[in-house]
């Protein structure tokens, strides 16, 4: 599997619209476009293998599922992770043989995003570092008190002038790398062999991330025992019964929409009894 300049620049086009604001907001840039889970299906498109897009997706999903920027504080750029952790992923499974369903997979496809995801922050302060120029431009236009001159500057701040920083943190380190990342994953081939220490080493540390994005989504949305129960109940279908995602994304529904019938009734206000029939009142017949 390699990846072509078209390949390449789309990827690269889809990595500016995941972070880019003025393209649809955040919620459908940053966190929707930007999730490995919805970019393993984007980039499996464009690299047609949408199976194995997706299943890398959800692998390196599982690692960021509860990850939060407060304050602005990114400990990993999913957007990197999804546009250039999700091909290099998939073009090193390929090469490696392995089986895009193990263990094995999963873990390099985790372990490979994470390693994206370090440089992936540092383009993503340069991209926020750059911005503070256009920025500085809108606070110029603003103190000079020129209406028309705000007109005109706060839309090229806003729409324009960002897309110069994301396409020289954005677009163009995901172009240049992913069309490297053949070189890359065949270097690796070579001198690092499959059943070598570092190779190991790797598969190992990827099998534990996920451990990590699950224990902080837990901390986050569990509350009392109650929730450890649901928890659990997925763990099992997972796990013990072999269910796959979809299969338990609908028993969940239908677990779901049981409790909302429950507390739907429950909810009612009581019927008020009528008044008790008295067997002397009654009419002999």
């Known amino acids: 599997m390699t990846i072509n300049i078209v390949q390449a620049i789309f990827l690269g086009l889809f990595a500016c619209l995941a972070s880019l604001p003025g393209m649809g907001g955040t919620t459908i840039g940053n966190y929707t476009l930007g999730r490995p889970l919805v970019g393993g299906l984007i980039v499996g498109i464009i690299m047609g293998n949408v199976g194995l897009g997706i299943i890398v997706g959800a692998a390196i999903q599982v690692v960021y599922i509860a990850l939060v920027t407060p304050g602005g504080t990114v400990s990993a750029d999913v957007r990197a992770v999804t546009y250039i952790g999700i091909p290099l992923a998939m073009m090193g499974i390929t090469a490696q043989g392995l089986d895009p369903n193990s263990a094995a997979a999963a873990g390099y496809a985790a372990s490979i995003g994470s390693a994206v995801g370090t440089l992936g922050t540092v383009l993503f302060y340069g991209t926020q570092t750059m911005n503070l120029v256009w920025q500085g431009i809108g606070w110029k236009a603003m103190d000079a008190g020129n209406w028309g001159n705000i007109k005109k500057t706060l839309p090229l701040v ?37 059943d070598g220490l570092f190779m190991k080493t790797l598969f190992t540390v990827g099998s534990l991330l996920p451990t990590v994005g699950i224990a902080i989504l837990c901390r986050q949305v569990i509350d009392g025992w109650q929730d450890w129960v ?3 109940v997925g ?3 997972a796990a013990v019964l072999g269910m796959n995602l979809i299969a338990s994304a609908i028993v969940a529904v239908f677990v779901a929409l049981i ?5 739907t009734i429950a909810a009612r206000p009581a ?14 017949i």
């Open 158 to 194: 806003d729409y324009v002038f960002p897309w110069i920083s994301h396409i020289l943190f954005s677009f163009l380190p995901t172009v240049v790398i992913c069309m490297a990342g053949p070189t890359m994953v065949d270097l690796m081939k070579e001198y690092l062999p499959m």
């Open 271 to 284: 019927v008020a009894a009528g008044p008790a029939l008295d067997d002397d009142d009654e009419e002999d």
């Open 259 to 263: 409790n909302f019938e429950i507390k």
């Open 230 to 232: 649901t928890f659990i």
């Open 235 to 237: 763990f099992m279908l």
